[in-house]
């Protein structure tokens, strides 16, 4: 018999002592599973996983802990006390185990009473029993597991670390949210520059107009994931997603735009870095350049940026602190004529500027690229808020809150900088404010390009490293080894650098001008056409019904105005107002591939209803075993007949509960009249973590011959397929 470390030979054979330490062994390496999934999921997020590639690493630990296999790494107590309040439902309302429990860690860790108090509420330390029920087994107080040594300052900034970590990790749905929407960085230093070819006015119109419409999008966005089985239970890659509703075309689609997306945003922050600490420090910005290279490609060797939610919760709301108190000190030099400045063409004669609306409506799109992070935060703030309600408001307001920050800060700025001062810059806004107000914003700015900046630089050096990873590890370069596909994805991120070291040393590159291109090509379709499309077809395909859903979002002429609306603004650039013949062809390929993307998706029935059958053994904490029908994303009412090993038992409803999972023998289905095209077929388990693990069955349709329409055993759980107009009956058989 193998005895855990912690255990003496006498504790285990013990008798009754000795049954309650091996079980209090067993709850904690429980609770210390609990502990690394939660800080796994929490890494898994902040890694802004846009690929297959760079969810694995973090999948493969998920599913390791959730299938009881060997941890990882090893948690700290830190760590137990920060998700204290998540494992706490591991344990069992026993004195003897929770006072054994407590003893354990005592011997493993060392901390003290004030420290933990979210761990002593966990095993209720504090109550008499549990005290009582230590001296019994230990001969000794409760106490004896605490340390009375001071804390090393380091230690003691951990401790405040991980104490805040927690409270911000832990907050409810709605603010946390709320935070993660809003995108305070690159794009809102560019937007004072994209505002002063128009006005501060005229701009401040734009950013309004076009952030009430990225409310819709968004929350549609959100329904949309909502809605979605493969977010709540799967990896949560956004490509899956895209497959799915829309098909694998759209999905390829969705991959070189992020690619684009990716490459260009991380060109965007090696000008934005590297030329802000060029105007406070003196060095040239190319030094700078070789430095963020550097940095990434540290990052890039480790495999893993290993940051946190927490992390980038902090992130978020340092940003918008620092954008306030730069807004502050740019106020102080307010000049009301320039923002009394008015460049809108035909009024009172003056011509159309090309350049300048297409810098303001691309920077202004820019601002409110958080559609993405819908996906990527999705599974996350769905597992607590399993109805949608808060995430979806979440997401709106947080939407209506960075349309206040960035109306602000362009009030702010253009009323500190003459607007043809702003408007010739190559670099960010704060070159020209750093020069009008002095030092104070030199510094505060250098601060607030490397923190809005520099994690960003690393997660998509990571991203793009990822996508190009996707495509080198094939078969075909088997060869190279790992190191030679290794350099072989690191190609895009070296071509990144060498165009930024070129753009800085010819004084070509334009830090407004890249994100404009961005803007008007990569957010017309990601936080406009796909979010449409995919509200669209997940309300007739999705799995899962919301429990609240706003119908407006659906109505189909605001839909079509939106996606009408973006891709006029891809047509009209590449017609009107672009220029350069390269970006005119880029603009309307694109547009011209959207739209035959679309029709395509229309005459293959892409958007035509699907009847859903979900069998779902749901084993986290309140769930119950139960059989989903849904149909164009309605529930649907249908006859299910339950054969046990027993007997049968017949419900009526479109969501049916069953008794005992391991009696189970088959399911057969009734299907009523229904629209629907297609038929998907989900068979898994939900682990207490939340996961999905393929459930295996053996599936068969009947319709009005004698032979089956479809017989086969579904080995990953689940099969999408046509259904036909004939089929009448769906059984599901289990082994």
Known sequence: MTIDPLISREEALGGMSGRVTKQASLLLILIENRTIYLLTQSQQAAAFALSEAAASPHQDFLEAIAQGRD??????????????????????????????????????????????????????????????????????????IYTSRVISLRDQLRWRWATLAGRLENLPPFWLTCILTV????????????????????????????????MLTIAAMAETVTRSSEIRFG??????????????????????????????LLLVFYLGISTTLEGASGLPAEIWMVLVF???????????????????????????????????????????????YINVPWLNGQ????????????????IYSAHVLVVIFGKLLLQRDPSGREVIKGHTVGIGVAIVLNVIWVLAASGAVAPHILAGQQGTSLVPLTATIGPAMGVLGAIFVIVSMGLGM???????????????????????????????????????????????????????????????????????????????????????????????????????????????????????????????????????????????????????????????????????????????????????????????????????????????????????????????????????????QDWPVHLTLNGNDTQPTFDAPLSDGQVTLPLAADVRQIVMNFT
Not at 190 to 203: H, K, N, Q, S, T
Not at 351 to 366: Q, R
Not at 537 to 561: D, I, M, W
């Open 351 to 366: 011509p159309f500027d090309p350049d300048a609306w297409s810098f303001l409506i691309g920077v202004v799109m820019g």
């Open 71 to 144: 941890l990882p790494f090893q948690p700290t107590i830190r760590h137990l006390e920060r998700y204290a309040p998540q494992w706490s439902i591991l344990v069992p309302a026993n004195p003897d185990i929770q006072a054994a429990v407590a003893h354990l860690l005592g011997q493993k860790y060392k901390f003290t009473a004030q420290a933990v108090p979210g761990l002593r509420a966990a095993l209720n330390l504090d109550s008499d029993a549990v005290g009582q029920a230590y001296q019994r087994l230990y001969n000794r107080p409760l106490t004896s």
């Open 458 to 692: 690393v997660q998509f050096s990571v991203a793009l490293f990822n996508l190009a990873h996707e495509r080198v590890d094939t078969p075909k370069t088997a060869a190279l080894g790992r190191q030679g596909r290794f350099l072989l994805s690191l190609t895009p991120i070296v071509l990144v650098f060498l165009l930024a070291e070129w753009m800085s040393w010819t004084n070509t590159g334009s830090f407004t001008g890249i994100l404009a291109i961005l803007g008007i090509i990569v957010d017309s379709l990601m936080t406009g056409i796909f979010p449409v499309l995919l509200l669209v077809a997940s309300r007739r395909k999705g799995e899962l019904v919301p429990q609240v859903v706003h119908r407006f979002l659906g109505n189909p002429l605001l839909l079509t105005g939106i996606y009408l609306l973006c891709l006029f603004n891809l047509v009209f650039h590449a017609l009107i107002i672009w220029q350069n013949p390269i970006q005119r062809l880029l603009g309307l390929v694109i547009a011209l591939l959207v739209l035959g993307l679309t029709i395509a998706m229309i005459r293959r029935g892409v958007f035509s209803p699907r009847l859903i059958i979900e069998l779902r053994d749901d084993q986290s904490r309140g769930g119950k075993s139960r059989v989903y029908v849904t149909a164009n994303g309605q529930p649907v009412p249908i006859e299910v007949q339950l054969g046990y090993t027993g007997g049968e038992e017949l419900l009526q409803a479109n969501s049916g509960t069953i008794r005992t999972m391991s009696d189970l023998r088959y399911i057969r289905l009734n299907l009523p009249p229904t629209t629907a095209r297609h038929l998907k077929v989900l068979a898994h388990t939900i682990t207490p973590d939340g996961t999905a």
């Open 294 to 340: 550097l940095i990434g490609l540290y990052f890039l060797t480790r495999g893993s940026l290993n940051a946190t939610l927490a992390l980038t919760i902090v992130i978020g709301l340092v940003n918008m602190v620092l954008l306030l108190i730069l807004s502050l000190l740019a106020f102080a030099y307010l000049n009301p004529e320039n923002l009394l």
């Open 183 to 214: 995108v305070i960085g690159a794009v809102s230093l560019a937007l004072p520059i994209a505002v002063a070819g128009v006005g501060p006015l005229p701009g401040v119109v734009m950013i309004i107009v076009i952030g009430l419409i990225n």
């Open 235 to 264: 990896s949560g890659f956004i490509g899956r997603i895209v497959d799915d509703y829309l098909g694998q075309a759209s999905s390829a689609l969705l991959s070189i735009v992020l690619a684009a997306f990716s490459f260009g």
